[in-house]
Structure formats: C-alpha cells, structure tokens
C-alpha cells in the first residue's frame, strides 16, 4: 500500500465465536468415607454396584429390561425415588406421553443454595427393550443417585442451588430432557450454572472421555483425572446424543463424561488406558448381555467419584454476583501493518448462565495512532462483536468502554479481546481490559 499526504489514503477492510417393587431386599451398603463437608467424598463403588443390583433385580423380574412405557421402567423410577425421599431431598415426578405411553422424568432438590444458580446432574434411567441396560445407563444413574446421598450424608450448604434428574425416554430420541427443558420458562433456563450429564460410565473396555462443551466444566473433569494420572480424550462418539443436548440446545452450559460404547477401541487408547485394541469400549450396547457383568469396576469407581468432585467444587463456588468483572491486565503488543490481530484472553468462571444485553467491555490501549485500530469481542464459542473499526481518528490510545449485547452467549468461558493495526508506521500495546456482566 502507497501512501502519500496526508498519509493514510485508506483503511483496512472490516476483519472477518424407591421405590422399588422391592422383589428383594437391598444390597448392604458399604460405610461411607469420613470426609468433611467441604471435601469431594470417595464414593464407595460398592454401593454404586448395590444400586445396579437392584436395577438389575427390576430387569430380571419385568421381563428383562427397564424400558420406556414398560413396567421395569416405573419400578426403576420408584426405587430411586425412595433413596431420595428418605435422604431428605424434595422429590417430583414429572409425566410425559411418547409413543403412546407414560413417561416419566424424576427431578430431586437438594434444600439450600442460590436459587437463581442452579448446578444440575442428570443421567437417563431407560433401557432398550432388549436389554437390562446396566452399563447404558445404570452407570450413570446408579453414579449420581449415590453423589445425591453423598450430598445428604455430608449436609453439604452449597452455594448453588443442587438439583438431580433421571430422565425417560432418552432411548427413543431424548424425549424426557427434552419435555423437561421445553416446560421451563426463559427466566428458569436463565438460572442454570450448568447441567452435567453421565452416560454409559462402566463401559467394560473403558475409555475416559470428557465432553468438550462448557470450559469450566469441561476443565473440572480434566482436573479431578489429572490428580489420578489418567490422561482423557474429548468425547466425540455421543456428541448430541444424550440428554446434554437438550440443555445445550437452549443455551445452559452442558459437560459430562462418557466410556465409549459401540466404537472400537484403538492400538493408541489400549496403551494408554488398558482394556483390548480392537474391540468395542461397549460390546453389549444396546443388547441383552449389557447386565451387571458389563461393568468395568475401576471405570466405574474413578467416574463416580469424578460426579461427586465435580458437584462438590462447581457447587461450593462463589457465584460472582451481577455486575461481576473479570479483567487481563496483562500486556500485549500490538504489531504494525502488516500483522497479525493479536489477543487478550479472560475466562469467566461461576457466571450462571448468558451473559446480559448489557455486557460492558471496558478497553486500555496505547497506541500512537488510533484509527489504525480495528477492535472485536470474541466469544467463547467464536462468535465475534465488532467494537471498533479502523478511522482517519488520529489521536493517541483507545481509552473506552463499549456496550455489547451478548444474550445469545453463555457467559462462562474464555473471552478474547482481538486486536489488529491496519495501517503502517504506528505501533503500541493492550495494556488492560475487562468484561462486566
């Protein structure tokens, strides 16, 4: 680009985010592990498998499954459901109609918390109708019926408000989270912190899988597997298949983990996690053998103590309360045309949620000439606002606070502040920013 006087002749172009029918009684129940109430327990996979037993127990006497509109699926309901009424959780049934026939989705509150933060695990509680469906998805329900009695045997005082679901009919297309999802109000949706969803945790040639959605979440999990040693991958294989999406569809922040079903299990995964190259993390998905003998203990042991680590850290948090900021004040030089944009990052933790129509993004940055600057927000999920675009402005720095209407971003997340001069022979630096919700 030729330049002559006055010496910018052009600007850049604009930069393109229990009831159990109790047919038998109850499995003895190992003692818990002594822990205080502020520390993630270690969930005794005895009584994880003790609950699986008794899902087992309702298969093996309702003509081998638990599925939706079949009489193993109501009993499944009822057990779980006299757990929680007995720990002292407020308990509803919520009824649905799907292919002809009552479903039903079981919500338990634990009391306490921020009512307008509410951290939500879930997990479907249906069966295929071939099969008893241990692994896919009594592992996970199992997982977080013991995490919510976990939460009653400590008295755990949350921050948040904590709040558990088993859902129905997931097997034929999601259709309890979804009917549960759809018959919440905006203002409802808007109070989740996040949903955390466990499907198929048992997996008998596990992987250990974390789903790549929420990053605070997401980071939660990678976390409580870093202390154990045990390297993850994203989960890929169910993405948009489990009861996650239909919380994810409507804007609540959504992790989870997986141990993989019918894919088949890599040279690679094998060494690095054990279990048979070649062969299916789940080979009894979705058919009659997926029973208590499906179950890989160590796999289920380590992800339901991750269930509970990551209720207990996400749900002890503080909340930063409305108008929370969240500032870098970190710098960054910014090159001459031509260079590259570069970017200020700021991750946004506890914020429940989208961010609000009003989100404040307040800027500090010298610079010698300010019309070269041209300036973006960028989301977390990539989407981008313009702040501000390249001018004949001569003067010194972007000293400035912008007003975005970012309400179709969740908030939680690593926000960028991008920044490019499109003009030659003025140079300068960020050197702060912030966001305000």
Known sequence: MIFSVPRRMATAAAIAVAGLLAATAPAALAAPTAVSAATPPDIPVANVKAHLSQLQTIASNNSGNRAHGRPGYKASIDYVKAKLDAAGFTTSLQTFTSSGSTGYNLIADWPGGD??????????????????GINDNG??????????????????????????????????????????????SSTERGKF????????????NPGYFVYDDDPTIEQTFKDYYAGL???????????????????????????GLFT??????????????GGTAGQAFDRCYHSSCDTTSNINDTALDRNSDAVAYAIWTLGTATTPPPGSSFENTTDVAIPDSPGA????????????????????????????????????LVAPDGS????????????????????VNASSEVANGTWKLRVQDVASWDTGYINSWKITF
């Open 115 to 132: 009512p307008n933060s509410v951290l939500m695990a879930g997990a479907h509680l249906d069966s295929v109708t071939s099969g008893p």
């Open 139 to 184: 592992s996970g329900s199992a997982a977080i019926l013991e995490t919510a009695l976990a939460v009653s045997r400590a008295q755990l005082q949350p921050t948040k408000h904590l709040r558990f679901g088993w859902w129905g009919a997931e097997e034929l297309g999601l259709i309890g989270s979804k009917y549960y999802v759809n018959n919440l």
């Open 193 to 204: 912190a996040g949903y955390l969803n466990f499907d198929m945790i048992g997996s008998p």
């Open 229 to 255: 040693g045990v390297p993850t991958e994203i989960e890929t294989e169910g993405d948009g298949r489990s009861d996650h999406a239909s919380f994810k569809n409507v804007g609540v922040p959504v992790g």
């Open 260 to 273: 993989g079903a019918s894919r088949t299990k890599s040279s690679s995964q094998a060494q690095k996690w």
């Open 341 to 376: 944009a570069v970017t200020s990052d700021i991750l946004v933790t506890g914020v429940p949620g989208n961010a609000p129509a009003t989100t404040k993004v307040d800027v500090n940055i010298i610079h010698t000439y300010r019309g070269d600057l041209v300036i973006d």
């Open 384 to 403: 981008t606002y313009r702040l501000k675009n390249s001018s004949w402005d001569s003067g010194d720095n972007v000293i400035a606070t912008y007003t």
